[in-house]
């Protein structure tokens, strides 16, 4: 039943490991987002795929790969990784690209690296 | 640029109204949002307003829009502890992206 889902929900890791974070919405969603949110809670947008192509790339360093296998999935790749991107990661979905559409979050996945 | 401001907390006792304020920058904003955030889990929209609204009341919730000053507010009235949660003002000029602000952390004492 639920709607957005991703995994794992915890990820500890060391300094320089390869890393991914999968993402599924079982709502029929065309838009899917990558969702950074810092010890102080701010949320910045990373991603953001429609129909499983690229819409927004902020600036994000080029370790955190999207990849879109079809139009429910949106996993993240991160290579190298370091101690700053400790933080919860958070993916949504919305059904289109008008604004006006709710974005449903999945629960998140702390990433802490060691 | 795109900015949404926050004060980042406030404390109620619980039966009172809470009033949770953001202000925005960007002019073309269409879509105002405010998002609730619980502890260990995703944000949830609580409700949203368009911009060519002054207000919009959902249950315990209303939402006031003055566009000319570019300031949302989240009355909450009857708080409850249940209430207790991060409530995040959001902007959308209508494309993919949505700013967020940082979050107002909403404290209520029994």
């Known amino acids: ?114 | 640029g795109e900015d949404v401001e926050q004060s980042l907390f406030l404390s109620v006792r619980e039966g009172d109204s809470s009033v949770i304020n953001c202000t925005y920058t960007d002019s073309s904003s269409t879509y105002l949002y405010w998002y609730k955030q619980e502890p260990g889990a995703g944000l949830q929209l609580l409700t949203y307003i368009f911009s060519n609204m002054d207000m919009k009341q959902d249950q315990r919730l209303t939402v006031l829009l003055n566009k000319k000053d570019k300031h949302l507010s989240l009355r909450i009235a009857d708080t409850q502890t249940g209430d207790s949660a991060i409530y995040f003002c959001a902007e959308s000029t209508g494309g993919f992206k949505t700013i967020f602000g940082a979050g107002t952390r909403l404290f209520v004492k029994a």
Not at chain 1, 11 to 23: A, E, F, P, R, Y
Not at chain 1, 27 to 47: A, N, P, R, V
Not at chain 1, 68 to 77: E, R, T, Y
């Open chain 1, 1 to 114: 039943d639920t709607a957005v889902s991703q995994t794992p929900k915890y990820l500890v890791t060391q300094m320089g490991n390869d890393k991914s974070i999968k993402c599924e919405q079982n709502l029929g969603h065309d838009t899917m987002y990558w969702y950074k949110q810092d010890s102080k809670k701010f949320l910045k947008i990373m991603f953001s795929y429609n129909n499983k192509e690229l819409i927004i790339n902020e600036t994000v360093p080029n370790r955190f790969s999207p990849k879109s296998p079809d139009k429910a999935h949106l996993n993240l790749h991160i290579n190298s990784l370091e101690l700053g991107d400790s933080a919860v990661y958070f993916c949504a979905s919305s059904q289109g690209n008008s604004g006006r559409d709710e974005q449903f979050f999945g629960p998140g996945t702390r990433l802490t690296v060691l």
